[in-house]
């Protein structure tokens, strides 16, 4: 069964370009719901009591201002965004020279996945690794109660607080996270786009005939797969919130926090909001950058 037929752009534009195309997804996704629902994410991580997303984020409103669904925006939003385009050219580069190495080792439909699912993988822990710090200082910015004060003056008073190793709590986790995060949303998203393929081409159907509802139904899988992982998640968000007193020290400690507030369910406080949330993160950093990548190639 061949599968190259999926990759909608098989002629690499060049890493830089794979580096804008992914900063410019990235920032589109945080400018349009991306922002605001990672704001509703860390309020029921943190503070839910298991409300439904529309309740908490009115609660935001109520809090915050409509401001507040858009806290930590500028800068860290957007200088993570620039890391987006660490994302999408560390994958892609993976992906291809994964393929490369097992042509005529393997089946095509190995080769598909494993390269894919490997690139996405490597794609998020570039992603990791280069925004770390920033993703922990908007988390932090986006979880202070009211918000304001600016973001240098609050980056200031951090470091005066807790000193420069705050910026580095939770690294590992959140390198995982992002591996992990990365890994399944692009291998499950490429896995149903070849098995609705290959469906089509069962039944006779000339070509491959991908179309916008095929897109979401991809990226509505590879969203909803990728979130297996929330425990780490509700565990990195803890560890990287500001709440008044010293940071718990590690991993097991914010753990421990977490399982004495509520239980086991506190691990999957803010899970139906990251459902959103990777469904629209899939969905822009997967069929629309493969349509763009395509368009420039």
Not at 215 to 221: D, K, T
Request: charged letters at 15%; aromatic letters at 10%; hydrophobic letters at 45%.
């Amino acid at each position: 069964m061949e599968h190259d037929h999926l990759d909608h752009a098989a002629a690499p534009p060049g890493a830089w370009r794979d580096y804008w195309i992914g900063v410019g997804c990235e920032v589109f996704m945080a400018l349009t719901l991306g922002q605001p629902i990672e704001v509703v994410k860390t309020h029921v991580t943190l503070h839910g009591r298991g409300e439904p997303m529309l309740t908490a984020a009115r609660g935001v409103v109520a809090e915050r201002g409509l401001r507040g669904m858009y806290a930590g925006l500028y800068p860290w939003a957007v200088m993570e965004a620039l890391t987006g385009g660490c994302l999408l050219a560390g994958y892609h580069r993976t992906q291809e020279k994964v393929a490369a190495r097992l042509d005529g080792q393997t089946t095509p439909w190995a080769r598909y996945m494993v390269s894919h699912t490997v690139g996405g993988m490597c794609g998020g822990a570039v992603q990791g690794a280069a925004c770390f710090p920033i993703f922990r200082m908007k988390v932090a910015e986006m979880s202070r109660p009211g918000g304001g004060g600016g973001a240098v003056r609050f980056l200031a008073g951090v470091l005066r607080e807790h000193g420069v190793q705050y910026l580095a709590k939770g690294a590992h986790m959140y390198v995982l996270r992002q591996v992990t995060n990365w890994g399944s949303r692009i291998g499950m998203a490429k896995y149903v786009q070849a098995e609705i393929c290959s469906r089509r081409r069962a039944r006779g159907e000339a070509g491959c005939g991908l179309g916008p509802r095929d897109y979401v139904a991809a990226s509505l899988a590879g969203g909803t797969f990728s979130c297996w992982n929330h425990p780490i998640e509700a565990v990195v968000v803890r560890l990287q919130a500001a709440r008044g007193g010293a940071a718990p020290p590690g991993f097991a400690a914010a753990a421990r926090v977490i399982y004495g507030e509520a239980g086991w369910r506190g691990f999957t406080r803010g899970l139906q909001t990251r459902l959103v949330l990777s469904f629209w993160a899939t969905l822009c950093m997967v069929p629309l950058a493969d349509y763009v990548r395509s368009a420039l190639a």
